[in-house]
């Protein structure tokens, strides 16, 4: 495995000085959340921008993963909107527009997958589980379709108060629609804070499937992601599991609200997990 910071957690710097300091302090992977700046992939410049992060990340020999998880980037009004779940005329067309720009930049840059979650449907939206899991599935087919032609895998993310929220919701949307190229993106995090343990045995269940790994400390119940030693997550075990299942892929420290002390905040998360990742880091 290879240890990663995800660079939403760098909000105060330009992307490309992060991904500098990221590759200083140690870390081998970049999870790149696509945003406002170089790495919107709206702008005019995107791909000379585009062409820059490459050489960037074969300057620091890097790995990396497209996320997609950038909050007010299609819509300034409503966080993470619009989402899959929306019907076309209210903007389930842009998100996938979105998407398969993400799918074809993690194609330029040889990243490992790109990461998505479902989102919430719209305020005021009555549609029920049944018909959101068809939205999903619609929205989800194209993507699908496009990261085989290009060879690049999607990570799903269960996310704590989206549609797709744990496990077993995402075992449910497997049953809708299903691909050699719908991954997993695993929030570990996210298992501890939804009951989902021992963390272990999930890891164990879906190696298999498991293309993009989130880090952070946690406590039961809470979504709020935090430093390490602040949550209650042992992580001997956990990244002991990984190991076990061979896991090759990054695992990406997520602190997107640690951003005003991101130095700090990615050297100290370094310090606490390198000695854990070293005996099964590879690259």
């Known amino acids: 495995m290879r240890l990663g910071y995800n660079t939403n957690g760098w909000a105060h710097h330009d992307p490309f000085d992060a991904i500098d300091l990221i590759a200083e302090l140690g870390y081998r992977s970049v999870a790149i959340t696509l945003d406002y700046g170089p790495l919107n992939p709206f702008a005019a410049d995107w791909p000379s921008n585009l062409q820059r992060l490459r050489r960037k990340l074969k300057e620091r020999q890097l790995r990396s993963v497209i996320e997609t998880g950038a909050r007010y980037l299609l819509d300034p009004r409503r966080k993470h909107q619009p989402t899959l779940l929306a019907v076309d005329d209210g903007g389930q067309t842009q998100r996938i527009d979105f998407l398969l720009r993400s799918l074809r930049a993690a194609a330029e840059l040889e990243s490992d997958c790109v990461s998505l979650w479902s989102g919430t449907p719209a305020d005021k939206d009555q549609a029920d589980d049944e018909q959101l899991l068809e939205r999903l599935a619609s929205g989800l087919q194209p993507l699908l379709r496009e990261a085989e ?79 390490f030693g602040e949550g209650e997550m042992e992580f001997p075990p956990i990244i002991a599991a990984l190991g076990e299942a061979n896991y090759h892929g ?24 390198h000695p854990l990742v070293k005996p099964y880091a590879i690259g």
């Open 250 to 273: 990054g695992v990406h420290v997520e602190l997107s609200r640690h951003s005003h002390l991101a130095p700090t905040a990615a050297a100290q998360s370094f310090a606490f997990l």
């Open 149 to 227: 032609s290009l060879g690049t895998p999607i990570g799903f993310e269960p996310e704590p108060g989206m549609f797709i929220d744990s496990m077993s919701r995402f075992q449910r949307l497997l049953q809708w629609i299903d691909s050699p190229q719908l991954k997993l993106t695993l929030d570990l995090g996210h298992l501890y804070c939804q009951g989902e343990v021992p963390i272990a045995d999930y890891i164990s269940r879906w190696s298999s499937r498991i293309v993009n790994v989130h880090i952070e400390d946690m406590r039961a119940g809470v979504h709020e992601h935090l430093m």
